[in-house]
């Protein structure tokens, strides 16, 4: 889901620090070095990073591409490999009355088993291409707010793993509690702390 | 300031407090709203709140949805100690209008609909319309922000035990 679409659902996060000068070289670096990696030809089952927002599947950040206006937008990407399980069984079962015939046994040992099993998800791997996720971001880097175009948990939490690991700075999602502190002095804050819930029935 | 994850689940009622005051204001002394903002904007309960009641061990969530749905069984939650966790709104600048939900835990905005914006028909055309949904995302969450801002001002203040629970008991008994 994408900052253009009609329908859109947006996380707000408060990013705490800031880069090292030069900014943007530093931000071309961090972004390219983390940038998503094509898992199609290769037998990993999923794969994250950052990527282009106006062609999130060939990710570059040459030439200031991410900088709109008086923002940073860029997408992140989830790429997954779903195997249907009764896809690897119908492998295994295949795999394992092929070897039993082979090797003229009745049985196979546990670790044979599992080395055959991991074989046939590596394999299923190699053919079944990745399912692309692809969420945009919008940094406001001078009032330290980010805008993550997603409410799903899995996204959120794998989007402030990702960006800490890439950046090596913090995001702080708003929710009730950290929206009032951006507007409460520390007396208020203080009032804030104390607060319980009200009841508003007879 | 408190652990993030602690402070997410502690203060989850102020955001329910929230939109529950927010509800009543919308249909009781909606000029508020206007005043906050300063500009001639109008809120408007859209097709869809979500309640829950907590006050006994057992957690129940009444969800009212439908077009031209009464909003009389949600009252009726609110007199047994329900309060709103989701909401649907529409929020009208003369032509323009935005329409999403807001929850009441995460203060997220979910399925946002902008007004109407000009179609791209070439690359050059994508850096205008990202700058265009941006001023219009900005602006609904500008005002959002705005009253989300009058609110914990008021719900830390006297104002909120003396004056605006009374007003809201008055609002659910009538």
């Given at each position: 889901?994408?900052?253009?679409?009609?329908n859109?659902s947006?996380?707000?996060?408060?990013?705490?620090?800031?880069?090292?000068?030069?900014?943007?070289d530093?931000?071309?670096?961090?972004?390219?070095?983390?940038?998503?990696?094509?898992?199609?030809?290769?037998d990993?089952?999923?794969?994250?990073?950052?990527?282009?927002?106006?062609?999130?599947?060939?990710?570059?950040?040459?030439?200031?591409?991410?900088?709109?206006?008086?923002?940073?937008?860029?997408?992140?990407?989830?790429?997954?490999?779903?195997?249907?399980?009764?896809?690897?069984?119908?492998?295994?079962?295949?795999?394992?009355?092929?070897?039993?015939?082979?090797?003229?046994?009745?049985?196979?040992?546990?670790n044979?088993?599992?080395?055959?099993?991991?074989?046939?998800?590596?394999?299923?791997?190699?053919?079944?291409p990745?399912?692309?996720?692809?969420?945009?971001?919008?940094?406001?880097?001078?009032?330290?707010?980010?805008?993550?175009?997603?409410?799903?948990?899995?996204?959120?939490?794998?989007l402030?793993?990702?960006?800490?690991?890439?950046?090596?700075?913090?995001?702080?999602?708003?929710?009730?509690?950290?929206?009032?502190?951006?507007?409460?002095?520390?007396?208020?804050?203080?009032?804030?702390?104390?607060l319980?819930p009200?009841?508003?029935?007879? | 300031?408190?652990?993030?994850?602690v402070?997410?689940?502690?203060?989850k009622?102020?955001?329910?407090?929230?939109?529950?005051?927010?509800?009543?204001?919308?249909?009781?002394?909606?000029?508020?709203?206007?005043?906050?903002?300063?500009?001639?904007?109008?809120?408007?309960?859209?097709?869809?709140?979500?309640?829950?009641?907590?006050v006994?061990?057992?957690?129940?969530?009444?969800?009212?949805?439908?077009?031209?749905?009464g909003?009389?069984?949600?009252?009726?939650?609110?007199?047994?100690?329900?309060?709103?966790?989701?909401?649907?709104?529409?929020?009208?600048?003369?032509?323009?209008?935005?329409?999403?939900?807001?929850?009441?835990?995460?203060l997220?905005?979910?399925?946002?609909?902008?007004?109407?914006?000009?179609?791209?028909?070439?690359?050059?055309?994508?850096?205008?319309?990202?700058?265009?949904?941006?001023?219009?995302?900005?602006?609904?969450?500008?005002?959002?922000?705005?009253?989300?801002?009058?609110?914990?001002?008021?719900?830390?203040?006297?104002?909120?035990?003396?004056?605006?629970?009374?007003?809201?008991?008055?609002?659910?008994?009538?």
């Open positions: 889901m994408g900052l253009l679409s009609s859109v947006i996380t707000r996060y408060q990013v705490l620090g800031q880069l090292t000068d030069p900014l943007m530093n931000l071309t670096r961090l972004l390219t070095q983390n940038a998503i990696v094509e898992i199609d030809d290769e990993m089952d999923q794969s994250a990073g950052w990527t282009s927002f106006e062609d999130p599947f060939t990710p570059d950040f040459t030439g200031s591409t991410f900088v709109m206006g008086s923002q940073f937008i860029f997408s992140f990407r989830m790429d997954k490999k779903a195997i249907p399980s009764k896809v690897v069984n119908k492998r295994y079962r295949q795999t394992i009355t092929k070897r039993l015939k082979e090797c003229g046994k009745d049985f196979l040992a546990r044979e088993k599992k080395q055959i099993k991991e074989d046939v998800i590596r394999e299923l791997s190699l053919r079944i990745a399912t692309p996720n692809v969420y945009d971001v919008l940094w406001n880097y001078e009032k330290k707010s980010l805008w993550f175009f997603s409410t799903q948990k899995t996204a959120n939490e794998a402030e793993i990702f960006f800490t690991k890439s950046f090596k700075l913090n995001l702080v999602r708003r929710f009730p509690y950290t929206a009032a502190l951006e507007s409460l002095t520390n007396f208020e804050e203080d009032m804030l702390n104390r319980t009200s009841h508003f029935m007879e | 300031m408190l652990d993030i994850s402070a997410y689940n502690r203060y009622f102020v955001g329910y407090e929230f939109l529950t005051w927010l509800w009543y204001v919308i249909e009781h002394d909606p000029a508020q709203l206007n005043h906050v903002i300063k500009e001639n904007i109008i809120f408007t309960i859209g097709n869809r709140i979500k309640l829950q009641n907590a006994h061990d057992a957690v129940e969530t009444i969800t009212i949805k439908g077009d031209d749905a909003l009389e069984e949600g009252v009726l939650a609110l007199k047994k100690g329900a309060l709103v966790t989701e909401i649907h709104l529409r929020v009208t600048e003369a032509e323009n209008e935005w329409q999403f939900t807001m929850k009441g835990e995460s997220n905005i979910c399925n946002l609909r902008l007004p109407e914006t000009g179609q791209i028909e070439n690359k050059d055309d994508k850096e205008g319309a990202v700058l265009e949904k941006f001023f219009l995302h900005e602006k609904i969450m500008g005002w959002v922000d705005a009253v989300y801002v009058f609110f914990i001002k008021i719900r830390i203040s006297p104002e909120w035990n003396d004056k605006v629970i009374p007003q809201i008991k008055k609002w659910i008994q009538q």
